[in-house]
Protein backbone atom coordinates (compact mmCIF):
# COMPACT_ATOMS: atom_id res chain seq x y z
CA UNK A 1 0.00 0.00 0.00
CA UNK A 2 1.37 3.09 -0.74
CA UNK A 3 0.74 6.42 1.30
CA UNK A 4 0.55 9.01 -1.65
CA UNK A 5 -1.10 8.54 -5.08
CA UNK A 6 0.84 7.94 -8.57
CA UNK A 7 0.38 6.21 -11.37
CA UNK A 8 3.24 4.40 -13.25
CA UNK A 9 3.60 3.28 -16.86
CA UNK A 10 5.18 0.26 -17.14
CA UNK A 11 4.00 -0.50 -20.64
CA UNK A 12 3.05 0.93 -24.29
CA UNK A 13 2.27 -0.80 -27.74
CA UNK A 14 0.99 1.87 -30.19
CA UNK A 15 -1.49 4.34 -28.67
CA UNK A 16 -2.53 1.47 -26.08
CA UNK A 17 -0.58 1.92 -22.53
CA UNK A 18 -0.40 -0.65 -19.15
CA UNK A 19 0.20 0.68 -15.76
CA UNK A 20 -0.68 0.52 -12.15
CA UNK A 21 -1.96 3.17 -10.03
CA UNK A 22 -0.83 3.68 -6.57
CA UNK A 23 -2.95 4.23 -3.76
CA UNK A 24 -3.22 4.30 -0.16
CA UNK A 25 -6.07 1.25 -0.73
CA UNK A 26 -4.21 -0.60 -3.03
CA UNK A 27 -3.74 -0.67 -6.42
CA UNK A 28 -4.95 -0.35 -9.84
CA UNK A 29 -4.63 -2.23 -12.94
CA UNK A 30 -4.62 -0.36 -16.03
CA UNK A 31 -6.66 -0.34 -18.47
CA UNK A 32 -9.30 -0.82 -16.22
CA UNK A 33 -12.56 -0.97 -15.90
CA UNK A 34 -14.71 0.38 -12.89
CA UNK A 35 -17.66 -1.64 -12.13
CA UNK A 36 -20.74 1.22 -11.05
CA UNK A 37 -21.85 0.90 -7.68
CA UNK A 38 -24.27 3.92 -7.65
CA UNK A 39 -26.17 3.54 -4.57
CA UNK A 40 -23.49 1.81 -2.45
CA UNK A 41 -24.04 -1.45 -4.05
CA UNK A 42 -22.98 -3.16 -7.55
CA UNK A 43 -26.47 -4.08 -7.79
CA UNK A 44 -27.00 -7.94 -7.18
CA UNK A 45 -23.28 -8.39 -6.08
CA UNK A 46 -21.55 -8.68 -2.68
CA UNK A 47 -18.57 -7.08 -2.55
CA UNK A 48 -16.44 -10.15 -2.21
CA UNK A 49 -18.26 -11.43 -5.95
CA UNK A 50 -17.06 -7.73 -7.17
CA UNK A 51 -13.64 -8.51 -6.06
CA UNK A 52 -13.57 -12.29 -7.45
CA UNK A 53 -14.49 -10.89 -11.04
CA UNK A 54 -11.12 -8.84 -10.88
CA UNK A 55 -12.38 -5.59 -9.94
CA UNK A 56 -9.29 -2.97 -8.21
CA UNK A 57 -11.61 -0.20 -7.85
CA UNK A 58 -15.07 0.64 -8.33
CA UNK A 59 -17.33 4.00 -8.89
CA UNK A 60 -20.12 5.47 -6.66
CA UNK A 61 -22.21 8.46 -7.41
CA UNK A 62 -22.70 11.86 -5.59
CA UNK A 63 -25.78 12.66 -6.62
CA UNK A 64 -27.32 9.41 -5.58
CA UNK A 65 -25.58 9.19 -2.21
CA UNK A 66 -26.37 12.79 -1.29
CA UNK A 67 -30.07 12.43 -2.03
CA UNK A 68 -30.38 8.80 -0.28
CA UNK A 69 -28.57 8.35 2.70
CA UNK A 70 -26.65 11.73 2.37
CA UNK A 71 -22.97 11.97 2.17
CA UNK A 72 -23.44 13.24 6.45
CA UNK A 73 -24.90 10.02 7.48
CA UNK A 74 -22.29 7.86 5.71
CA UNK A 75 -19.88 10.19 7.19
CA UNK A 76 -20.81 9.52 10.38
CA UNK A 77 -21.08 5.55 10.30
CA UNK A 78 -16.83 5.53 9.03
CA UNK A 79 -17.34 6.87 5.15
CA UNK A 80 -18.44 4.75 2.18
CA UNK A 81 -15.67 2.10 2.27
CA UNK A 82 -16.55 1.10 5.33
CA UNK A 83 -20.55 1.16 5.10
CA UNK A 84 -20.17 -1.15 1.87
CA UNK A 85 -18.11 -3.13 2.67
CA UNK A 86 -15.68 -2.56 -0.39
CA UNK A 87 -12.15 -1.50 1.29
CA UNK A 88 -10.19 -1.27 -2.27
CA UNK A 89 -9.97 2.32 -3.57
CA UNK A 90 -13.34 4.15 -5.23
CA UNK A 91 -13.95 6.80 -7.72
CA UNK A 92 -16.89 8.86 -7.02
CA UNK A 93 -18.32 11.18 -9.78
CA UNK A 94 -19.15 14.34 -9.15
CA UNK A 95 -23.18 14.71 -9.77
CA UNK A 96 -23.24 17.12 -12.33
CA UNK A 97 -24.01 14.72 -15.22
CA UNK A 98 -26.77 12.63 -13.21
CA UNK A 99 -28.52 15.99 -11.99
CA UNK A 100 -28.41 16.42 -15.86
CA UNK A 101 -29.81 13.07 -16.94
CA UNK A 102 -31.97 12.70 -13.57
CA UNK A 103 -32.96 15.44 -11.91
CA UNK A 104 -35.90 17.53 -11.99
CA UNK A 105 -36.70 21.07 -12.24
CA UNK A 106 -32.98 21.82 -13.01
CA UNK A 107 -31.07 25.23 -12.79
CA UNK A 108 -27.80 26.38 -13.88
CA UNK A 109 -26.24 28.92 -13.34
CA UNK A 110 -22.33 30.33 -12.62
CA UNK A 111 -22.52 29.17 -9.35
CA UNK A 112 -23.73 25.69 -9.66
CA UNK A 113 -26.96 23.51 -10.11
CA UNK A 114 -30.44 23.40 -8.13
CA UNK A 115 -32.85 20.40 -8.55
CA UNK A 116 -35.58 18.77 -6.97
CA UNK A 117 -34.28 15.27 -5.94
CA UNK A 118 -35.99 12.25 -8.15
CA UNK A 119 -36.88 10.62 -5.36
CA UNK A 120 -38.84 12.92 -3.23
CA UNK A 121 -38.95 16.30 -5.04
CA UNK A 122 -36.98 17.70 -2.27
CA UNK A 123 -34.74 21.07 -2.94
CA UNK A 124 -31.06 20.65 -3.30
CA UNK A 125 -28.27 22.55 -4.87
CA UNK A 126 -24.86 21.56 -6.32
CA UNK A 127 -21.62 23.58 -6.53
CA UNK A 128 -18.20 22.75 -7.04
CA UNK A 129 -17.75 23.68 -3.46
CA UNK A 130 -20.39 21.38 -2.68
CA UNK A 131 -19.66 18.58 -4.67
CA UNK A 132 -15.83 18.76 -3.13
CA UNK A 133 -17.07 18.32 0.12
CA UNK A 134 -19.81 15.67 -0.21
CA UNK A 135 -16.90 13.56 -2.12
CA UNK A 136 -14.82 14.02 0.66
CA UNK A 137 -17.31 13.07 3.51
CA UNK A 138 -18.08 9.99 1.27
CA UNK A 139 -14.11 9.91 1.36
CA UNK A 140 -13.58 8.42 -2.14
CA UNK A 141 -10.15 7.72 -3.26
CA UNK A 142 -10.69 9.49 -6.75
CA UNK A 143 -12.77 12.56 -6.63
CA UNK A 144 -14.15 14.07 -10.00
CA UNK A 145 -14.08 17.37 -10.63
CA UNK A 146 -17.96 19.17 -10.53
CA UNK A 147 -18.58 19.61 -14.51
CA UNK A 148 -21.79 19.81 -16.88
CA UNK A 149 -21.92 17.66 -19.33
CA UNK A 150 -23.75 19.43 -22.11
CA UNK A 151 -26.90 17.09 -24.40
CA UNK A 152 -26.79 16.05 -27.88
CA UNK A 153 -27.60 17.69 -30.03
CA UNK A 154 -25.76 20.99 -28.85
CA UNK A 155 -24.50 23.62 -31.49
CA UNK A 156 -20.52 24.61 -31.11
CA UNK A 157 -21.70 27.43 -29.55
CA UNK A 158 -23.67 25.74 -26.39
CA UNK A 159 -20.43 23.20 -26.27
CA UNK A 160 -17.79 25.91 -26.41
CA UNK A 161 -19.71 28.23 -23.52
CA UNK A 162 -20.53 24.82 -21.54
CA UNK A 163 -17.14 23.70 -21.79
CA UNK A 164 -15.43 27.07 -20.25
CA UNK A 165 -18.39 27.12 -17.64
CA UNK A 166 -16.75 23.51 -16.47
CA UNK A 167 -12.95 24.85 -16.51
CA UNK A 168 -13.59 27.71 -14.37
CA UNK A 169 -15.91 25.00 -11.97
CA UNK A 170 -12.54 23.10 -12.10
CA UNK A 171 -10.73 26.01 -10.96
CA UNK A 172 -13.20 25.92 -8.55
CA UNK A 173 -12.75 22.18 -7.41
CA UNK A 174 -9.13 22.03 -7.02
CA UNK A 175 -8.93 25.40 -4.99
CA UNK A 176 -11.87 23.72 -2.66
CA UNK A 177 -9.86 20.26 -2.95
CA UNK A 178 -7.13 21.43 -1.24
CA UNK A 179 -4.45 19.39 -0.84
CA UNK A 180 -5.21 15.91 0.25
CA UNK A 181 -2.44 13.25 0.41
CA UNK A 182 -3.47 10.03 -0.55
CA UNK A 183 -6.75 11.05 -2.20
CA UNK A 184 -6.45 12.15 -6.10
CA UNK A 185 -8.47 14.94 -7.93
CA UNK A 186 -9.48 13.93 -11.62
CA UNK A 187 -10.31 17.08 -14.26
CA UNK A 188 -12.76 16.12 -16.93
CA UNK A 189 -12.07 17.55 -20.40
CA UNK A 190 -15.08 18.54 -22.13
CA UNK A 191 -15.61 20.39 -25.68
CA UNK A 192 -17.98 17.89 -27.56
CA UNK A 193 -16.73 16.51 -31.04
CA UNK A 194 -14.97 19.54 -31.90
CA UNK A 195 -10.92 19.24 -32.06
CA UNK A 196 -10.16 23.14 -31.23
CA UNK A 197 -12.46 23.00 -28.08
CA UNK A 198 -11.68 19.82 -26.72
CA UNK A 199 -7.63 21.30 -27.02
CA UNK A 200 -8.53 24.57 -24.98
CA UNK A 201 -10.38 22.35 -22.60
CA UNK A 202 -7.07 20.11 -21.97
CA UNK A 203 -5.12 23.38 -22.13
CA UNK A 204 -7.18 24.86 -19.29
CA UNK A 205 -7.01 21.35 -17.60
CA UNK A 206 -3.05 21.51 -17.81
CA UNK A 207 -2.60 24.96 -16.35
CA UNK A 208 -4.65 24.05 -13.32
CA UNK A 209 -2.77 20.81 -12.69
CA UNK A 210 -4.98 17.20 -11.51
CA UNK A 211 -3.88 14.21 -10.48
CA UNK A 212 -5.20 12.57 -13.67
CA UNK A 213 -7.51 13.30 -16.64
CA UNK A 214 -10.88 12.74 -17.51
CA UNK A 215 -12.65 12.37 -21.03
CA UNK A 216 -15.81 13.86 -20.08
CA UNK A 217 -18.74 14.40 -22.93
CA UNK A 218 -18.95 11.40 -24.80
CA UNK A 219 -21.13 8.57 -24.36
CA UNK A 220 -24.15 10.71 -24.45
CA UNK A 221 -25.61 9.47 -27.85
CA UNK A 222 -23.23 10.72 -29.70
CA UNK A 223 -22.49 6.94 -31.38
CA UNK A 224 -19.26 4.61 -31.68
CA UNK A 225 -18.02 6.40 -34.62
CA UNK A 226 -17.73 9.99 -33.56
CA UNK A 227 -16.75 8.80 -30.37
CA UNK A 228 -13.15 7.10 -31.68
CA UNK A 229 -13.10 10.38 -33.69
CA UNK A 230 -12.91 12.13 -30.65
CA UNK A 231 -10.58 9.14 -29.26
CA UNK A 232 -8.67 9.34 -32.18
CA UNK A 233 -6.78 12.84 -30.50
CA UNK A 234 -8.29 13.83 -27.36
CA UNK A 235 -6.04 11.24 -25.05
CA UNK A 236 -2.96 12.85 -26.70
CA UNK A 237 -4.05 16.49 -25.77
CA UNK A 238 -3.79 15.11 -22.11
CA UNK A 239 -0.22 14.52 -19.90
CA UNK A 240 1.03 11.46 -20.47
CA UNK A 241 2.41 10.50 -17.19
CA UNK A 242 -1.20 10.72 -15.76
CA UNK A 243 -4.63 8.09 -15.99
CA UNK A 244 -6.56 9.07 -18.88
CA UNK A 245 -10.08 7.97 -17.97
CA UNK A 246 -13.10 7.91 -20.46
CA UNK A 247 -16.31 8.52 -18.42
CA UNK A 248 -19.07 6.25 -18.91
CA UNK A 249 -17.90 3.67 -21.78
CA UNK A 250 -19.19 0.87 -22.89
CA UNK A 251 -19.64 -1.81 -24.57
CA UNK A 252 -16.75 -4.31 -25.20
CA UNK A 253 -16.21 -3.10 -28.23
CA UNK A 254 -16.38 0.36 -27.54
CA UNK A 255 -13.74 -0.44 -24.12
CA UNK A 256 -11.40 -2.31 -26.74
CA UNK A 257 -11.05 0.84 -29.32
CA UNK A 258 -10.77 2.87 -26.24
CA UNK A 259 -7.59 1.29 -25.11
CA UNK A 260 -6.56 1.25 -28.53
CA UNK A 261 -6.23 5.29 -28.84
CA UNK A 262 -4.32 5.36 -25.03
CA UNK A 263 -7.47 5.31 -22.41
CA UNK A 264 -6.61 3.81 -18.79
CA UNK A 265 -9.88 3.81 -17.27
CA UNK A 266 -13.55 2.88 -18.10
CA UNK A 267 -16.61 2.94 -16.08
CA UNK A 268 -20.45 1.62 -17.19
CA UNK A 269 -23.42 0.71 -15.78
CA UNK A 270 -23.63 -2.07 -19.35
CA UNK A 271 -22.42 -4.75 -17.70
CA UNK A 272 -24.70 -4.70 -14.54
CA UNK A 273 -27.57 -3.27 -15.59
CA UNK A 274 -28.06 -5.30 -18.78
CA UNK A 275 -27.10 -8.37 -16.85
CA UNK A 276 -30.45 -7.72 -15.03
CA UNK A 277 -32.41 -7.48 -18.63
CA UNK A 278 -31.10 -11.01 -19.02
CA UNK A 279 -28.64 -10.13 -21.80
CA UNK A 280 -25.26 -11.57 -21.38
CA UNK A 281 -22.07 -10.92 -23.36
CA UNK A 282 -19.78 -13.66 -24.39
CA UNK A 283 -16.66 -13.86 -26.36
CA UNK A 284 -18.74 -14.61 -29.53
CA UNK A 285 -21.62 -12.26 -28.88
CA UNK A 286 -24.63 -11.23 -26.70
CA UNK A 287 -26.83 -14.07 -25.58
CA UNK A 288 -30.84 -12.79 -24.71
CA UNK A 289 -31.53 -15.51 -22.36
CA UNK A 290 -35.24 -14.93 -21.97
CA UNK A 291 -34.92 -15.68 -25.60
CA UNK A 292 -37.29 -19.54 -26.54
CA UNK A 293 -34.36 -21.09 -28.05
CA UNK A 294 -32.37 -21.08 -24.61
CA UNK A 295 -35.49 -23.08 -22.85
CA UNK A 296 -33.76 -26.79 -23.54
CA UNK A 297 -30.36 -25.80 -23.74
CA UNK A 298 -28.00 -27.59 -21.39
CA UNK A 299 -24.81 -25.32 -22.75
CA UNK A 300 -23.41 -23.11 -20.64
CA UNK A 301 -23.43 -19.03 -21.57
CA UNK A 302 -20.09 -19.44 -22.40
CA UNK A 303 -17.70 -22.82 -23.05
CA UNK A 304 -14.89 -21.05 -22.30
CA UNK A 305 -15.93 -18.55 -19.26
CA UNK A 306 -14.86 -19.77 -15.76
CA UNK A 307 -17.45 -17.47 -14.11
CA UNK A 308 -19.91 -18.97 -11.19
CA UNK A 309 -23.03 -19.10 -13.92
CA UNK A 310 -20.62 -20.66 -16.55
CA UNK A 311 -19.26 -23.37 -14.81
CA UNK A 312 -22.29 -24.39 -12.81
CA UNK A 313 -25.38 -23.48 -14.76
CA UNK A 314 -26.93 -24.35 -18.18
CA UNK A 315 -28.67 -21.52 -20.59
CA UNK A 316 -31.82 -23.43 -19.95
CA UNK A 317 -31.53 -22.86 -16.28
CA UNK A 318 -30.59 -18.95 -16.75
CA UNK A 319 -33.51 -18.80 -18.93
CA UNK A 320 -35.86 -20.13 -16.23
CA UNK A 321 -34.88 -18.09 -13.75
CA UNK A 322 -34.99 -14.86 -15.78
CA UNK A 323 -38.51 -15.76 -17.10
CA UNK A 324 -39.58 -16.84 -13.16
CA UNK A 325 -37.90 -13.13 -12.03
CA UNK A 326 -36.36 -15.07 -9.73
CA UNK A 327 -33.27 -13.02 -8.12
CA UNK A 328 -30.86 -15.21 -8.58
CA UNK A 329 -31.50 -14.82 -12.23
CA UNK A 330 -29.57 -10.80 -11.74
CA UNK A 331 -26.83 -12.09 -9.23
CA UNK A 332 -25.53 -14.72 -12.07
CA UNK A 333 -25.87 -12.74 -15.36
CA UNK A 334 -24.51 -9.63 -13.41
CA UNK A 335 -21.49 -12.03 -12.04
CA UNK A 336 -20.80 -13.13 -15.85
CA UNK A 337 -21.52 -10.01 -17.30
CA UNK A 338 -18.82 -8.38 -14.68
CA UNK A 339 -16.31 -11.21 -15.14
CA UNK A 340 -16.35 -11.24 -18.62
CA UNK A 341 -15.82 -7.27 -18.75
CA UNK A 342 -12.57 -8.39 -16.55
CA UNK A 343 -10.99 -11.47 -18.56
CA UNK A 344 -10.96 -8.61 -21.32
CA UNK A 345 -9.57 -6.03 -19.56
CA UNK A 346 -6.79 -8.62 -18.11
CA UNK A 347 -6.58 -9.54 -21.89
CA UNK A 348 -5.43 -6.44 -23.28
CA UNK A 349 -3.36 -5.54 -20.26
CA UNK A 350 -1.18 -8.77 -20.94
CA UNK A 351 -0.66 -8.33 -24.46
CA UNK A 352 -0.07 -4.81 -24.32
CA UNK A 353 2.63 -5.61 -21.61
CA UNK A 354 4.23 -8.28 -24.17
CA UNK A 355 3.71 -6.02 -27.22
CA UNK A 356 0.68 -7.90 -29.16
CA UNK A 357 -1.92 -5.91 -28.50
CA UNK A 358 -2.56 -5.54 -32.41
CA UNK A 359 -3.21 -9.49 -32.70
CA UNK A 360 -5.43 -9.90 -29.13
CA UNK A 361 -7.48 -7.12 -30.81
CA UNK A 362 -7.97 -9.03 -33.95
CA UNK A 363 -8.69 -11.99 -32.53
CA UNK A 364 -11.15 -10.17 -30.02
CA UNK A 365 -13.22 -8.92 -33.21
CA UNK A 366 -12.99 -12.48 -35.20
CA UNK A 367 -15.64 -14.63 -34.04
CA UNK A 368 -17.97 -12.03 -32.80
CA UNK A 369 -21.24 -12.16 -34.30
CA UNK A 370 -22.65 -8.54 -34.52
CA UNK A 371 -26.56 -9.31 -33.14
CA UNK A 372 -27.26 -12.20 -30.66
CA UNK A 373 -26.37 -15.49 -30.51
N1 LIG B 1 -18.95 14.14 -14.39
C1 LIG B 1 -19.22 13.57 -15.58
N2 LIG B 1 -19.75 12.31 -15.62
C2 LIG B 1 -20.05 11.75 -16.82
C3 LIG B 1 -20.66 10.48 -16.85
C4 LIG B 1 -21.00 9.92 -18.08
N3 LIG B 1 -21.64 8.74 -18.38
C5 LIG B 1 -21.76 8.76 -19.73
N4 LIG B 1 -22.37 7.83 -20.45
C6 LIG B 1 -23.09 6.71 -19.84
C7 LIG B 1 -24.02 6.27 -20.94
C8 LIG B 1 -24.74 5.01 -20.61
C9 LIG B 1 -25.95 5.06 -19.91
C10 LIG B 1 -26.64 3.88 -19.65
C11 LIG B 1 -26.14 2.64 -20.11
C12 LIG B 1 -26.89 1.38 -19.82
C13 LIG B 1 -27.48 0.74 -21.07
O1 LIG B 1 -28.41 1.60 -21.65
C14 LIG B 1 -24.93 2.61 -20.81
C15 LIG B 1 -24.23 3.80 -21.06
N5 LIG B 1 -21.18 9.85 -20.29
C16 LIG B 1 -20.72 10.61 -19.28
C17 LIG B 1 -20.11 11.87 -19.27
C18 LIG B 1 -19.79 12.45 -18.03
C19 LIG B 1 -19.21 13.77 -17.95
O2 LIG B 1 -18.96 14.45 -18.97
N6 LIG B 1 -18.96 14.29 -16.72
Not at 235 to 253: A, C, F, Q, S, T
Request: net charge neutral.
Amino acid sequence: MSAAFSFALTATDGAARSGVISTPRGEIRTPAFMPVGTAATVKAMMPESVRATGADILLGNTYHLMLRPTAERIARLGGLHRFMNWERPILTDSGGFQVMSLAELRKLTEEGVTFRSHIDGSRHRLTPERSMEIQKLLGSDIVMCFDECPALPADDKRVAESMRLSMRWAARSKEAFGDRPGHALFGIQQGGVTQELRAESAEALRAIGFDGYAIGGLAVGEGQEAMFGVLDYAPGMLPEDKPRYLMGVGKPDDIVGAVARGVDMMDCVLPSRSGRTGQAFTRRGTVNIKNARHANDPRPLDEDCTCPACRNYSRAYLHHVFRAQEIISSMLLTWHNLHYFQEIMGGMRAAIAEGRFAAWQAAFHAGRAEGDI
